[in-house]
T-cell receptor
Framework: ETGVTQTPRHLVMGMTNKKSLKCEQH?????MYWYKQSAKKPLELMFV???????ENNSVPSRFSPECPNSSHLFLHLHTLQPEDSALYLC???????????????FGPGTRLTVL | AQSVTQLGSHVSVSEGALVLLRCNYS??????LFWYVQYPNQGLQLLLK??????LVKGINGFEAEFKKSETSFHLTKPSAHMSDAAEYFC????????????FGSGTRLSIRP
């Protein structure tokens, strides 16, 4: 595997279900990100992890719970979601979350989530 | 605060024609600017980036963009469109001090007519 991978690619869940999204990066990066991409809206940054520590939480509802056990893996645990949470969830990674001209983000293919 | 505006949510050009996707930014400090492409059912792929070196930036797949400070613009161009260029294109602006503080535009969907 190369780059950033995400599983599953598609997920359908009911509002009472609990599921998890997984992201893995094979780039040796130290920062990982969760984004939400909804139709007709700009990408929304949800969470940022730098060296396994959460550094940003952009007012995300508690029904979304991230976990970063190491610099290569990132999870998004989902429970009691709402239909409006249906979206494409993208994971990204970068060398670190600090500055510098070469610290760009690399994205995974996303998980298409549908909440019924 | 930084922001980015993409003019035109949908652009349609004929195969072989010039592609021009517009992006204007707002930033109180010298920005880093990016163009990403998203093909159907895929994540975002970096096309090119401006990081205060040359103002004309060449990217992958024959795309290029020119940073114009006086116009606060970073428009994306390609001389001759190909059917495979059909995708969603996102302009983004980022603070030089933080990789996480990147603001994406709302995207422009590019369609190519045979």
């Amino acid at each position: 595997e190369t780059g950033v991978t995400q599983t599953p690619r598609h997920l359908v869940m009911g509002m009472t279900n609990k599921k998890s999204l997984k992201c893995e990066q094979h780039l040796g990066h130290n920062a990982m990100y969760w984004y939400k991409q909804s139709a007709k809206k700009p990408l929304e940054l949800m969470f940022v992890y730098n060296f396994k520590e959460q550094t940003e939480n952009n007012s995300v509802p508690s029904r979304f719970s991230p976990e970063c056990p190491n610099s290569s893996h990132l999870f998004l645990h989902l429970h009691t979601l709402q239909p409006e949470d249906s979206a494409l969830y993208l994971c990204a990674s970068s060398q670190e979350s600090g500055g510098g001209p070469y610290n760009e983000q690399f994205f995974g293919p996303g998980t298409r989530l549908t909440v019924l | 605060a930084q922001s980015v505006t993409q003019l035109g949510s949908h652009v349609s050009v004929s195969e072989g024609a010039l592609v021009l996707l517009r992006c204007n930014y707002s930033s109180s400090v010298p920005p880093y600017l990016f163009w990403y492409v998203q093909y159907p059912n895929q994540g975002l792929q970096l096309l090119l980036k401006y990081t205060s070196a040359a103002t004309l930036v060449k990217g992958i797949n024959g795309f290029e963009a020119e940073f114009k400070k006086s116009e606060t613009s970073f428009h994306l161009t390609k001389p001759s469109a190909h059917m495979s260029d059909a995708a969603e294109y996102f302009c983004a602006v980022r603070e030089y001090s933080s990789a996480s503080k990147i603001i994406f535009g709302s995207g422009t969907r590019l369609s190519i007519r045979p």
